[in-house]
C-alpha cells in the first residue's frame, strides 16, 4: 500500500492530508500563517503540517513516495517559478530547490484552485462528467477547467481565469485595472464597491452597519447571509447582481467550450448556497444561447476544506501524471 | 497510395476537395445551392460535386476509403441529426441512412465551422500551436476550439459558439433573443442595426446609401471596405466597435480556457485584415488580465475557400479518428 499527501497554501494557512490509493483522506494538520509569509518561513510550515498529516494518518514519511503543493497564484511549471500570489506577497518565486531539499522526494506544484477542481471531478461533486468548470466565489473569483480528466492550463497558465473575462464592456472597474470583469460585479470586493456607492452617493442605508461595522474593508459571507436574512435591500440587491453575473459567465464558459458540469463554490456561494443555485440557475437559462443550458449540471462542491489537499495528493497519485513531477 | 475527399455543405453552395495522404489538395469542385435546398437535392449536388472533385483530381472513386461532410450546423452524432441549419432551413435532419447510401463508404459528418478551424490547425496558420480558437466573422460569428490536435465540441455540441457569448451585459439585443452577445455587435447583422439607428434616430449619414443602396437588408463585406476606404463616419465607427468587441471576446477565451492562438477569418475580417487584426490585437491587449495575452499568436487564416472541405478531408485520413466514421 502507497500513501500520498497533498498540501494547500492559503494566504492564511497551510493544509495538508495523506491519502491512500483510492483517496480516502487518512489523516489531516493545518497551521496558521500570520505576518510571517516569507517563502523559508512558509516552507518550515509546510514541513511542520506535512509531518502533522503523517503523524494524523499514522504513516510514515518513507511510506509517501510523492507529495503535491498547491499554492494561490499561477505556477509556471517550466521556469519553475510561483508566478504571483498577492496573499502571500510572492512574485516570480522559484520554488523548485528549496521544496526538493526540504522533501527529498517527487513533488508537483499547481495552482490551488485547479487542484479543487481536480479533485470534485476525480473524487467529489463532478465525478463520472466529463469536462467540468469550477467557479469559486469569495473575496474574488477564482476558476479551473478540467476535461476529460486533465487540467488545462493554457499558455501563460490563464485558464481558469473567468472572473477576469469581460461580461459588461464600460462596466464596473475592478481590482485588475479592467472594466465590466465578472470580479468586479460577482465578488465581495465587487459587492463591497456596490453597496459603498449605493450608501454613499445615494443616501441608502444598510444593515450591514450593525451586523459588520467593519464591512466597508473586510465583509465576511456570514455578515451578507445575515443582512440577507433580515432582508437587507442593499445586500440582496447585491447578491442578485453576483448571481446574474455568474450565470452569464456560466452561459458564456458553455456557448466558448461546452463543458457539461460547472461547480459553483467558494465562501459567498457556500454561504447562500439556498440563494444562490437557483438564482444562477435562472440566470444561466435566461443568458445561455439556445437551450444549450438545459443539460449542464450545477453542482455545489462536496469535499469542503480537504478539496485542494486532497486534488494535489490525487494528481501526484495518478501513474500518468508522474512524469509531470519535480525532483 | 490513398485519397479522401471532404465536402462543405454552405447556405449558397456545396464546395469538395480531394486530398493526398499529406492533405495536399489535388482536385476542387463546386456547385451552387439555390432555392432547392431540400436534403435531397442538396444530397444530389453533394455527389454531383463529389464526383466533380475526383474527376478534377484524376482519382477514381473507389481509391477514396472515406469522405468528410461539413454542415451549417451543430451535428449530434450520438442521435445522428443536423440539428440546426437556418441557412438551409433544416431542423433535427436525420442524415444517416441517405448518406450511407449515396456513398457507400465511411464517412464523416462535422460543423463546418469546427472543420475550418481544424484545417487551419493541421494544415494551415495555426500549424505547431497546441490549442486554438477560431472566430470568423460574417452576417454571424461563428468559432471552433481545437485542444491537442482534437474539436473540443462539449456537451450538447455547443463549443464554439463564442458569437453568443455575452460581453455588454443589456447591451444590444441579438438575432438570438439574448442582449450583449459578441455577434449583435461585431457581426454585419449588429453593425447593421447600429447604422440604421444612427441614421434613422440621429438623423446622420452615411455614404452606403450610395455604395450599396440596400444594405439596410443585405450588406457586403466589400462595401463595408468601400465605405471605409471613403472614410465615411458612421462605418468606421461601426468597425471600431466590432473589433473592440471582438478584442474582448478574444480576451475572454484567452482567460477562460487559455488557448496559445486565434485564428481571426471570416468575410468581414478578411475583406478588412489591414484594419481588424491591429485593432482587434490592441483591444484584446486593452481587455485581457495580467498580460495574459502577450505571447498569444493573433493569425490569419491561410486556407482560404479549401479550409472547410480541407479539414474534412484531414479529419477522415487520420487513422486516430476512424472509429469516429459512420458506415
Redesign the interface.
Known sequence: MQYYAGIDIGGTKVYAVVIDEAGCVLGRAKTKIGQENAFEQVVQKIMHTYRGACRDAGIREEDIPAVGLAFPSPIDRVRRIIK?APNLGWIDLKFSARLKEAFGKPFFVGNDVNMGTFAEYHLGAAKGH??VYGIFVGTGVG?G?I?EGKI???????????G????????PRCN?G?R??LEAIAAKSGMIKYIKKQVEKRGKSTLLEKIAPNWRKSLGSSALRKAFQRHDKLVSQALKRSA??IG?AV??????????AIVLGGGVIEELNAFFLPAIEKSMRK??????A???ALLEPRLGDDAVALGSAWFVRLPEKQDMLFY
Chains 1, 2 share one sequence.
Open positions: 504571483h466529463i469536462s476558476g477547467y476535461l488545462v492550463r493554457g499558455l501563460a497558465y490563464t485558464a481558469g481565469e473567468i477576469h473575462t469581460i461580461i459588461k464592456m464600460n462596466g485588475c479592467q465590466g470583469c446574474e453575473a452569464v452561459g458564456n464558459i458553455i456557448s466558448t467550450v461546452g463543458v457539461d443568458h445561455s444561447f439556445a437551450g444549450a438545459s443539460d449542464v
